[in-house]
C-alpha cells in the first residue's frame, strides 16, 4: 500500500515538473509565441519558392523594439519563425541563394537555421 503511494506520488511529481518545464520553455525560448508585431518588410528568395516577412515588435514601457522575421513556403502556406533580436527597430533582409538569407547581418540558412537573441 505504501509503495503504491510512493509511485503515485512520484508520477504526481514528475507530472508536474514536466508540465512546468513545458511552461517555460514555450514562454521563454520558443519561437512560436512570439507577439505579431507591425509588418515592416518583405523579401522573396530568387526562385520566388520563399519569402521572409519581417515585423516590428513594441515591447511597451519597460523593453525595446524588437524585430520578428517569419519564413514563408510560398507554395505550402507554411510560416515559420525564424528569427527574433532585440533592441533593433528596422530589417534588411538579402537572400543570398536559395536556402541562405542574411537578416540585419545575421546568416541563416532557412532549411536549418533560426537567430533568437536569447540563445546568444
Not at 503511494?5 to 515538473?17: D, H, N, S
Not at 536559395?98 to 540563445?119: A, C, F, M, P, S
Amino acid at each position: 500500500m505504501i509503495k503504491k503511494v510512493i509511485r503515485t506520488m512520484l508520477g504526481l511529481f514528475a507530472l508536474i515538473v514536466c508540465l512546468i518545464g513545458y511552461l517555460v520553455y514555450s514562454l521563454f525560448f520558443s519561437l512560436s509565441n512570439l507577439p505579431k508585431g507591425t509588418f515592416l518588410t518583405e523579401a522573396v528568395s530568387p526562385t520566388g519558392e520563399y519569402s521572409i516577412r519581417a515585423y516590428q515588435v513594441n515591447g511597451g514601457a519597460t523593453t525595446s523594439w524588437a524585430v520578428r522575421g517569419e519564413l514563408i513556403n510560398q507554395k505550402t502556406g507554411y510560416k515559420e519563425n525564424i528569427y527574433w533580436d532585440y533592441r533593433i527597430d528596422s530589417a534588411v533582409i538579402v537572400w543570398l541563394d536559395q536556402e541562405t538569407v542574411v537578416i540585419n547581418g545575421h546568416e541563416l540558412n532557412i532549411k536549418r537555421d533560426v537567430y533568437d537573441w536569447r540563445r546568444t
